[in-house]
């Protein structure tokens, strides 16, 4: 196939024209935005007192979470795991009404206001946990889904070679 060198032409001027008015070629990735979160991350994370006691049951909540998530994969545990995940994806649904409540009433149960407006707080304590697990489920699940198409499919192929087998 020959392509025309009149239309080749022509996107090239309307490429050129675009670029120009769009200033393409001035984009320059701006990583301040980042590097701010990242620092304000950082900072969280070494102004928390760790081992106030309502923060190690989170972090104990979490980590019997993952542990259910590689039982319940092993021993196929379908339902109780789906409840799981629809619990986790409940509570990372309702972390901002959480985080609004706690930040009401954090002198009813920690020393420092830890939860923002923003929901950094809450975001790296409970929604990037919990979001994780939820992902951990699904890599189990398509995991096994996989594990269950492959079988099905060999049995298929053997039963197909026995019938062919009966049929010389």
């Not at 007192?49 to 021993?75: M, Y």
């Not at 545990?77 to 649904?93: D, G, I, N, Q, R």
């Not at 992902?135 to 099905?152: A, K, P, Y």
Request: hydrophobic share 45%; charged share 15%.
């Amino acid at each position: 196939a020959v392509v025309s060198t009149q239309s080749t032409g022509s996107f090239l001027n309307y490429f050129n024209n675009y670029k120009s008015i769009t200033f393409i070629e001035n984009m320059e990735p701006d990583l301040g935005d980042f590097q701010d979160t990242q620092k304000m991350f950082w900072d969280v994370v070494n102004k928390t007192d760790w081992t106030e006691w309502w923060l190690v049951s989170v972090q104990t909540f979490h980590v019997l979470v993952f542990c259910f998530v590689i039982v319940s994969h092993r021993a196929n545990w379908h339902l109780p795991s789906a409840v799981t995940f629809l619990f986790l994806l409940t509570l990372m649904y309702f972390a901002q009404t959480l985080n609004t409540l706690a930040a009401q009433n954090y002198v009813q149960f920690t020393k420092e206001q830890y939860f923002d407006s923003d929901g950094l707080f809450i975001t790296l304590i409970l929604l990037l946990p919990c979001a994780l697990n939820c992902i951990l489920f699904i890599l189990s699940w398509l995991l096994q889904s996989w594990t269950l198409m492959v079988d099905l499919k060999s049995q298929q192929a053997k039963r197909y070679a026995a019938s062919q087998k009966k049929d010389k």
